[in-house]
């Protein structure tokens, strides 16, 4: 994890290279989000902490991607690096869209046109199943929301958007805004189309989340 309140440059090289150094197949990475309601949230209200500032997030996040890559690993999801070989087959399934079950309380379920989630009190959870019953709530997913779900999934990854399973599952009126919307971040060099796929770049990577809030369809 980087952007930790007060980490230097140089401590985040020093956890880079330890990370490098004990030769493991798969390593993810991710900056750290101060969540309301936790300590850290409480101490930064206080000003006893201040979050890391989004230049230094940047050159972070740099320093990662260019040495993992010098030291072979693939870059294959915006914070995620694999030896070849080696993806996680388990969170793949979400970047890909494929359904899944989750089992327990709490846990998360997609059927591609609905999702569920299961009441997170482990006790009503055991009560509920007990009696034969799930104790789970169903949300229907629109066009519109599955197309925006494979836009902030499937769009993390390197090997981006098929643009055929674009129209094939929405529909020419969602490859054509999708293409629009494309337009000027491919312009900007942030994202690129080739062998009918469109992916993020090396650029488009560190404002990964801009661009996907620009490509998702509003209603």
Not at 25 to 39: D, F, K, Q, R, V
Not at 77 to 93: D, P, V
């Amino acid at each position: 994890m980087f952007g930790l309140p007060g980490q230097t440059l140089q401590e985040w090289q020093y956890d880079i290279n330890m990370a490098i150094d004990l030769g493991v197949e798969h390593i993810s990475a991710y900056s750290l989000m101060i969540e309301e309601g936790t300590p850290l949230y409480h101490l930064k209200s206080k000003g006893e902490i201040k979050e890391t500032d989004d230049e230094t997030y940047n050159i972070m996040y740099s320093m990662l991607v260019d040495q993992m890559r010098q030291a072979g690993y693939e870059h294959y999801e915006i914070s995620n690096f694999a030896r070849k070989g080696y993806h996680s087959c388990h969170n793949s399934n979400y970047w890909n869209g494929t359904p899944y079950i989750g089992v327990g309380a709490g846990a998360h379920s997609y059927h591609i046109v609905s999702r569920s989630w299961n009441v997170e009190d482990i006790w009503e959870y055991i009560d509920s199943i007990r009696k034969g019953r799930i104790p789970s709530k169903t949300e229907e997913l629109s066009l519109m929301d599955r197309y925006n779900d494979i836009v902030t999934t499937t769009m993390r990854t390197s090997t981006g958007i098929l643009l055929t399973d674009i129209e094939q599952q929405f529909g020419k009126q969602y490859l054509d805004y999708l293409l629009r919307m494309s337009q000027r971040w491919i312009h900007n060099d942030c994202l690129a189309l080739k062998n009918n796929r469109i992916h993020l770049t090396y650029k488009g990577v560190v404002i990964s989340d801009t661009i996907m809030s620009d490509l998702i369809m509003l209603p």
